[in-house]
């Protein structure tokens, strides 16, 4: 494909509609400005699960692997392959975002501009208020860098957007204010937020980088790791291990076991042959509520952490507990329906407001039989959070913004008989917890 201005390899120019399920293998070579792999120049809505494999050479500017220029839009899920050349405004999904929204999009290949150069946008602005910000998150780059002034890992120069949980594995080269994740970062004086990010730095990979390229790392922002912190699959990407204890032995009352941590997305395994206690005898075991009540019950209102997950326990009653925090770092959460605490069984009813409000990190959530209430903000700006499992029958109360901002395509599995099941999904679908359209309930 060869074009002068507004060149894609599927559409040079679109206003207002959606973009979906698409592929270019080919290559797309642009005399001006605006050249991409899918779509050249792209104003408002959503892009998704888009692929470029062609390269992509521009002698002007805005050039990139999925769109060359778009604002008031979202894009979901696109990867791009083949290599980008131009000048000003170069990156391997899009250029230059304003008001706009990245997520769960990677960049495998090299990059070449002189200024604005990222791997997954040159240039990401918005405005003052919280929802005309740009944003970047569950982003990642695996392709080589190279620019001159504003060169980064992510993005080349943010102002006014939000960078989030994002990811560099890959060299990153400038002459000038530049990053191993942002080049130019003007989040520094209050302009937007730079999270959890973490990039390769090692005598081989960005041996003199900082995370930014004005400024030093900021606790929290940009973090360097050695390669082997990243979880690299074919399937998922490019993010942080998921470890999970894994049982190779188990333990007996004659015997002890062994057991082994292993990543569940690429399967590293670590901590390998660590000694599972052997079980005491049946006589050391304290019988559980019914039955034999513990003599020394928790008191109401007692807070309680369960070593095993890492979780925060209220105790509201005899035998219930609320569901308050998880200060576990995982992906996958399981809020169960009981929970053992010094010789007691409670039933878990209830899940605390802002349990888990700002976590990225969630991307599925099981929810037990037992709940009865989802408190205010539980799950708000989990965006991540993607897959949600419950039981309906016992849960007839879910709490303002409970759901606010998690994944937009997030999919609830819903249990339960059938009348119970319509019920909640009325539940679901009412607007003050949260509910988005495009939701899959």
């Not at 698409?22 to 888009?50: P, W």
């Not at 778009?70 to 304003?98: A, F, H, Q, R």
């Amino acid at each position: 494909m060869i074009g002068e201005e507004k060149v894609g390899g599927l559409i040079g120019y679109n206003h207002c509609s959606y973009i979906k399920n698409c592929r270019n293998s080919g290559a797309v070579f642009g005399e001006g400005d605006y050249t991409a792999g899918i779509v050249g120049h792209y104003y408002a809505y959503s892009i998704e699960n888009c692929i470029n494999y062609g390269p992509i050479r521009s002698k002007g500017n805005y050039a990139a692997g999925i769109v060359g220029y778009s604002d008031l839009y979202s894009i979901d899920n696109c990867m791009n392959y083949g290599t980008i050349e131009g000048k000003t405004y170069v990156s391997g999904i899009c250029p230059y975002m304003e008001m706009a929204y990245q997520v769960d999009c990677g960049n495998y290949a090299e990059i070449y501009g002189e200024s604005y150069v990222g791997g997954l946008c040159g240039f990401a602005t918005g405005e003052s208020s919280d929802s005309w910000k740009s944003a970047i998150s569950n982003g990642y780059n695996a392709g080589a860098i190279h620019g001159q002034q504003y060169t980064g890992g992510i993005c080349g120069y943010i102002d006014y957007a939000d960078v989030s949980k994002c990811y560099n594995i890959a060299s990153v080269n400038g002459t000038e204010e530049t990053g191993a994740i942002i080049g130019h970062s003007e989040s520094i004086w209050g302009k937007g937020t730079v999270k959890n990010c973490y990039y390769v730095k090692n005598e081989e990979v960005n041996p003199s980088l900082n995370g930014f390229g004005n400024v030093e790392d900021m606790e929290g922002a940009a973090t360097q790791k050695e390669l082997s912190f990243f979880c690299i699959t074919e399937e998922y990407g490019i993010g942080e291990h998921q470890f999970e204890w894994i049982t190779d032995l188990p333990a007996t009352k004659e015997q002890a076991g062994r057991k082994h941590e292993e990543c569940s997305f690429c399967k590293i395994k670590r901590n390998e042959n660590t000694i599972i206690d052997k079980l005491p005898s049946t006589n050391s075991i304290p019988k559980p509520y019914p039955g034999n009540e513990n003599q020394n019950p928790i008191a109401i209102g007692s807070k309680i952490m369960d070593s095993k997950t890492k979780s925060l326990y209220k105790i509201t009653g005899s035998n219930t507990a609320e569901y308050t925090k998880c200060y576990k770092h995982t992906a996958s959460i399981n809020i169960p329906t009981a929970i053992y605490l010094k010789g007691t069984i409670y039933k878990v009813t209830s899940i605390a407001p802002k349990a888990f409000r700002n976590n990225a990190k969630i991307t599925k959530v099981n929810i037990g039989k037992h709940i009865k209430k989802i408190g205010n903000s539980a799950f708000e700006k989990c965006k991540s959070l993607k897959k949600i499992t419950v039981t309906a029958g016992s849960l007839s109360s879910i709490g303002k913004n409970a759901f606010k901002n998690i994944h937009k395509r997030a999919h609830f599995s819903i249990k339960g008989k059938k009348n119970a099941r319509r019920t909640l999904i009325k539940l679901l679908k009412n607007k003050k917890i949260g509910y988005s359209k495009s939701w899959n309930i």
